[in-house]
């Protein structure tokens, strides 16, 4: 059974930092690409970055690129997002998830996380 488990979430003022981490297990993670994608009140799922099977390629979205990083161990299993130069915009649920190829688009994902809570206050 395949578990992905998000961890690193809370709360933090503009211009601050935080570190997700999503922790795999029941997949072979090192043949999956992994993504982050991120959900606001209201609003659709949207996509955030993404990182290939062996972390060489890695694709952002437009809003985070310059201040989000994404890492993988695939010795721990895990991926990582660091997150600097928070804004209150980047206040949303954060997932990761699972996909056999890399992606930027929500329906090539097979598994994902059950989201942890990122709040940027102002």
């Known amino acids: 059974q395949v578990q992905l488990v998000e961890s690193g979430g809370g709360s933090v003022q503009a211009g601050g930092s935080l570190r997700l981490s999503c922790a795999a297990s029941?997949?072979?993670?090192?043949?999956?690409?992994m993504g982050w994608f991120r959900q606001a009140p209201g609003k659709e799922r949207d996509f955030v970055a993404a990182?290939?099977?062996?972390?060489?390629?890695?694709y952002y979205s437009d809003s985070v690129k310059g201040r989000f990083t994404i890492s993988r161990d695939n010795a721990k299993n895990t991926v990582y997002l660091q997150m600097n130069s928070l804004k209150p915009e980047d206040t949303a649920v954060y997932y990761c998830?699972?996909?056999?190829?890399?992606?930027?688009?929500?329906?090539?994902?097979?598994?994902w996380g059950q989201g942890t809570q990122v709040t940027v206050s102002s």
């Open positions: 998830a699972a996909a056999p190829r890399l992606s930027r688009y929500l329906v090539d994902y097979n598994y």
């Open positions: 029941g997949l072979t993670f090192s043949s999956y690409a």
């Open positions: 990182i290939s099977w062996l972390g060489g390629t890695t």
